[in-house]
């Protein structure tokens, strides 16, 4: 570990952080719209209000994390952070991406945050040239698009669906399952994922509202509790997988409920109680934050006064690249895509390098399954890549 790159990564150290502190300086190198290499800013883009803030919230803190630590190494250079809340809903997404497009001062995003609002902004960020690194937008068909602008900095549903289907077979060893979604981008291709590695074991599937619009389940209720089944999975996000769990337990059903990424946060907890949503397996092609490299854990804690979540270092890490970029002077969009492109370095979640479509080095992606244990979210194992 290199301590003295600490300041700027906490504590890991990133290779492509080359020097460049002469990022003030108004001439040569990249200079941005203004022609000033200072004043500059980047965007976190995801949902900060809503039925599915928690996730954007945890994210928006680790980038702030990494504007903060950075500020103060770069006083006199300051970039500013810009926070996009697109409530999770594809709807507003173009919107805020076109609203970003307009900022000239504006030379990168972490986000989007989710995947349905991600197929909605993202043609727009590629036609303008501006570089956007998800932290947890997990669909595969977004490295699909042509999009050079876009690089995801977790790995995909390629990865986290087999893994969750797996976990259904192997662990619970479930012969009948049954899987929900939300009919999201997201929780629908999550759940195609699962059922590909489950086969036959799928005895029944069905499908709900996301966003907030459904409250009430009593129809997949009925149809799950007389499957008779041995596990349940839901594509989604926490309120809903919350409210889907609470009602399972109140009708007598006891299969777990095994969810994705989208559920894995302390919410889905407050969504279900914590009785019913006791025993939950939640995934993530992420290490538990408690893995995290270095002093970020505490300096966290310390500028956010909670403990980090999931995908808050991931989003800090992807801050931390298009800092660098900064920092190395490139200072106009054309400038900080073509160093995110080529970027390779170490990270407090991962090592980062980005492979064809944008999507992370496979060899860097892990996938971890936690479990809802005394009314906390606890790390339960890393699922072992087939």
């Known amino acids: 570990m290199r301590q003295k790159l600490a300041r700027v990564i906490g504590g890991a150290a990133m290779l492509a952080l080359v020097a460049g502190g002469t990022a003030c300086s108004s001439s040569g190198g990249d200079s941005a719209s203004g022609g000033d290499k200072c004043g500059n800013k980047i965007a976190f883009f995801g949902a900060l209000t809503g039925s599915s803030a928690a996730l954007g919230i945890n994210e928006n803190n680790g980038v702030k994390l990494a504007v903060d630590k950075y500020n103060k190494e770069n006083a006199d250079c300051k970039v500013e952070l810009v926070p996009l809340d697109s409530q999770g809903s594809p709807d507003q997404a173009p919107g805020l991406a076109q609203k970003a497009i307009d900022d000239p001062k504006i030379l990168g995003i972490v986000g989007p945050a989710y995947s349905g609002e991600s197929e909605a902004a993202d043609p727009l960020f590629a036609e303008a040239g501006l570089v956007h690194i998800t932290a947890s937008a997990t669909r595969p068909s977004l490295s699909q698009q042509g999009w050079k602008t876009f690089f995801r900095a977790v790995g995909n549903d390629f990865s986290q669906g087999p893994a969750a289907g797996t976990y259904i077979k192997d662990v619970i060893k479930a012969d009948r399952v049954y899987v929900i979604d939300d009919q ?20 029944g599937s069905d499908k709900v ?45 006891t299969a777990p ?39 970020f854990k505490e300096e ?36 900080l895509l073509d160093f995110v492109k080529n970027y390779s370095g170490e990270g407090v979640a991962a090592n980062y390098k980005f492979v064809e479509g944008g999507e992370l080095d496979p060899a860097q992606v892990k996938v971890w399954a936690f479990k809802v244990q005394g009314g906390q979210v606890v790390p339960d194992q890393e699922i072992k890549k087939s």
């Not at 999201?184 to 059922?195: F, P």
């Not at 209720?221 to 109140?250: C, D, H, P, S």
């Not at 909670?306 to 190395?328: H, M, R, V, W």
């Open 184 to 203: 999201s981008a997201y929780g629908a291709g999550l759940a195609d994922e699962v059922k590909k590695v489950l086969g036959g074991a799928v005895v």
């Open 209 to 253: 509202q996301g966003e907030g619009k459904q409250v009430e389940f009593s129809g997949v209720v009925t149809k799950v509790k007389a499957a008779n089944v041995k596990a349940i999975f839901y594509g989604g996000y926490y309120q809903e997988a919350g409210l889907i769990r609470k009602q399972l337990t109140a009708a007598g059903v």
């Open 257 to 295: 409920l095994v969810a994705g990424d989208g559920v894995n946060d302390k919410a889905y907890i407050d969504s279900a109680g914590a009785a019913a949503a006791e025993g939950t397996i939640l995934t993530c092609p992420c290490q538990p934050a408690s893995e995290a490299r270095g002093t």
């Open 300 to 335: 966290y804690k310390a500028l956010n006064g909670t403990e980090p979540g999931t995908y808050s270092d991931t989003a800090y890490d992807a801050a931390n690249i298009l800092l660098a970029g900064i920092k190395a002077g490139k200072t106009d969009r054309a400038g």
